[in-house]
């Protein structure tokens, strides 16, 4: 594309964002769309809209992300690393080779499995300070990035400081949670010669205790396939799979069952409830299967169905088998609750009923992941991961999750 051409087209791009800020009823959701029109004009791999919390600890933490890097629980200090030297100085600065760059900070690249070559980084600076800064890594064609790269990043950078400052951003800076599932170069390949299939292609990703992370993504990316692997019901091709720290990438099939036995609770979109036990039954069944057990009448209560306890799956809804479901994951007191688009077959009332049993199970600390095509339920989850093409494509953080009741489609 000729110079002329590209002006044009930045010009352009400028007027989409200026627009979508100044209309934007959530100015959290049209930073992130700003971010990712920027990241698209430029080719590039990634981007990241970074804040300072000047009134806080003073550190930098990245708020928005597109690509494949999951920065979420990372952070830098005032003057560290390239993004960090920009904010404390304020200037912009272009870097053509990252891993060469004495002031960057390699650990991020060995926590996410994300390769930065070269980078632009710009600060947003609104009247009185700078209050973060904006970072655009690698273009894709493997080219530097130019002058005309540069002017579109400021001219972002510019806009969503006088946004900020003008709408208000509650910037919610991350807590430093404990990981308790990583996923670091995970791949997984079907079948052999001419039938080989690769569906993940390299998922980094790391599930912190306590949080309710969605899923989302087109049939076909991957996500179904990650969350066999997270649930231990398949093995990765290559790459590393921890789990609280343990390393389960080539666990053999008794360690994988203990693990899927006493770590982790399935809830599927088919209730697979077994049709000759009653609700009670079905929880005794897998209570019986490990240790220190929460008790069936308990795992009811906490889902609202005490008084189903005697009937079978065949007199009950759709809606009252899938929450006898979400008590037999209760059941077992799992780490980590893995969801396989649960409200899939129900209706728009009865999932909300649903959604709310969930919501007061994430509130009990447990972590949920949930594999899901409704995007509106993404708005309940603290985190949302967009795959595309067997990776991780976008990262999302929610700093005010709905509750269940407030979802609408």
């Known amino acids: 594309m000729s110079k002329k051409n590209t002006k044009i087209e930045y010009t352009q791009v400028i007027w989409e964002i200026t627009s979508l800020l100044q209309k934007a009823e959530s100015l959290e959701e049209a930073l992130r769309t700003s971010l990712g029109e920027v990241v698209k004009a430029v080719g590039a791999e990634a981007g990241t809209i970074w804040f300072y919390n000047v009134s806080g600890d003073k550190r930098i933490y990245p708020s928005f992300t597109i690509g494949g890097a999951d920065l979420t629980g990372l952070s830098l200090e005032l003057g560290e690393g390239i993004a960090g030297t920009v904010v404390k100085e304020g200037k912009s600065t272009v870097v053509k080779d990252c891993q060469n760059d004495k002031r960057w900070a390699g650990r991020f690249d060995e926590a996410t499995g994300f390769v930065t070559k070269s980078m632009v980084c710009v600060p947003l600076v609104n009247k009185y300070e700078v209050i973060g800064c904006i970072q655009i890594i690698n273009k894709k064609d493997g080219s530097l990035f130019n002058n005309e790269d540069i002017s579109l990043c400021e001219n972002l ?233 067997g990776v991780v494509a976008e990262v999302i953080v929610n700093r005010h999750p709905a509750s269940a009741k407030e979802l609408v489609w």
């Open 157 to 389: 950078a510019m806009l969503t400081a006088i946004a900020v400052d003008g709408k208000g951003l509650n910037l919610g800076f991350s807590e430093d949670k404990k990981s308790i599932i990583s996923l670091k170069n995970v791949t997984k390949t079907f079948g052999t010669g001419e039938t080989q299939l690769q569906v993940l292609k390299g998922v980094n990703l790391d599930i912190r205790e306590g949080e309710f992370l969605v899923i989302l993504g087109e049939s076909g990316c991957g996500k179904s396939t990650m969350l066999n692997i997270i649930g231990g019901m398949d093995q990765l091709t290559t790459g590393t799979f921890l789990f609280d720290g343990k390393d389960y990438s080539k666990a053999d099939e008794k360690t994988l069952t203990e693990y899927r036995r006493h770590s982790v609770g399935f809830i599927f979109q088919a209730y697979n409830l077994m049709p000759t036990l009653t609700a009670e039954e079905n929880l005794d069944f897998i209570g019986e299967l490990c240790e220190n057990s929460m008790d069936a009448a308990e795992a009811l209560e906490r889902v609202g169905l005490s008084q189903r306890k005697d009937n079978y799956p065949a007199q009950m809804s759709g809606g009252q088998q899938q929450r006898v479901s979400i008590a037999r994951a209760l059941v077992k007191k799992p780490r980590i609750i893995l969801a396989d688009e649960p409200t899939a077959a129900l209706d728009y009332e009865t999932s909300i009923e649903v959604l709310t049993v969930l919501e007061e199970v994430i509130k009990s600390g447990t972590t949920l992941l949930m594999v899901t095509h409704n995007e509106e339920i993404a708005k309940m989850a603290n985190r949302v991961i967009r795959m595309k093409g």
